[in-house]
């Protein structure tokens, strides 16, 4: 898994935000983690990005699955806008973590615009994924439609091995 060492904001703000206020965001159990810059415009949104280093010996991407491999999600998905879940998640730092400890499991990235556009990104060049919709978790009040098309649910999806014990998962 990766722990986040840097990071860099681009902030949209109302008033003038200084470097000084942005660094005490950084989280405080993140010793090693510092801002590395700050880009300021009016307006009332912010862009963060974090920059980390591997922290096991086994690094998952999302070009690691093949034809034939299951797909599968870490939670709950659709209808994330309208319950507040964009707002209030729990980042799947253990699930990661044991899911990159798994030989089964070849490939793994977050889930944060929308199923479909995603899992374009994690299935092999010249394929196409199968889903069953049926199988989808969805969220309280999701459709099909929107646990695909939405975004924001900030989940893991990952592709297993097709001989594997998916039961031990």
């Given at each position: 898994?990766?722990?986040?060492?840097?990071?860099?904001?681009?902030?949209?703000?109302?008033?003038?935000?200084?470097?000084?206020?942005?660094?005490?965001?950084?989280?405080?159990?993140?010793?090693?983690?510092?801002?590395?810059?700050?880009?300021?415009?009016?307006?009332?949104?912010?862009?963060?990005?974090?920059?980390?280093?591997?922290?096991?010996?086994?690094?998952?991407?999302?070009?690691?699955?093949?034809?034939?491999?299951?797909?599968?999600?870490?939670?709950?998905?659709?209808?994330?806008?309208?319950?507040?879940?964009?707002?209030?998640?729990?980042?799947r730092?253990?699930?990661?973590?044991?899911?990159?400890?798994?030989?089964?499991?070849?490939?793994?990235?977050?889930?944060?615009?929308?199923?479909?556009?995603?899992?374009?990104?994690?299935?092999?060049?010249?394929?196409?994924?199968?889903?069953?919709f049926?199988?989808?978790?969805?969220?309280?009040?999701?459709?099909?439609?929107?646990?695909?098309?939405?975004?924001?649910?900030?989940?893991?999806v990952?592709?297993?091995?097709?001989?594997?014990?998916?039961?031990?998962?």
């Amino acid at each position: 898994w990766t722990l986040p060492t840097a990071l860099f904001f681009a902030f949209i703000a109302l008033s003038l935000v200084t470097l000084g206020v942005l660094t005490k965001l950084a989280p405080n159990n993140q010793p090693r983690m510092g801002v590395l810059g700050v880009a300021t415009q009016r307006g009332d949104r912010f862009f963060l990005t974090l920059l980390g280093a591997a922290t096991g010996r086994r690094v998952l991407t999302r070009t690691g699955a093949r034809k034939g491999d299951w797909i599968y999600v870490t939670g709950e998905l659709g209808n994330s806008r309208a319950s507040g879940h964009h707002h209030a998640f729990t980042p799947r730092l253990a699930e990661g973590t044991w899911l990159a400890r798994q030989k089964a499991v070849r490939s793994m990235m977050d889930l944060s615009d929308g199923l479909a556009k995603d899992l374009a990104a994690l299935t092999p060049s010249g394929t196409k994924p199968e889903l069953d919709f049926s199988r989808l978790p969805l969220r309280k009040g999701a459709s099909v439609r929107s646990a695909l098309a939405e975004g924001d649910d900030y989940e893991l999806v990952f592709s297993v091995v097709a001989r594997a014990d998916r039961e031990s998962l």
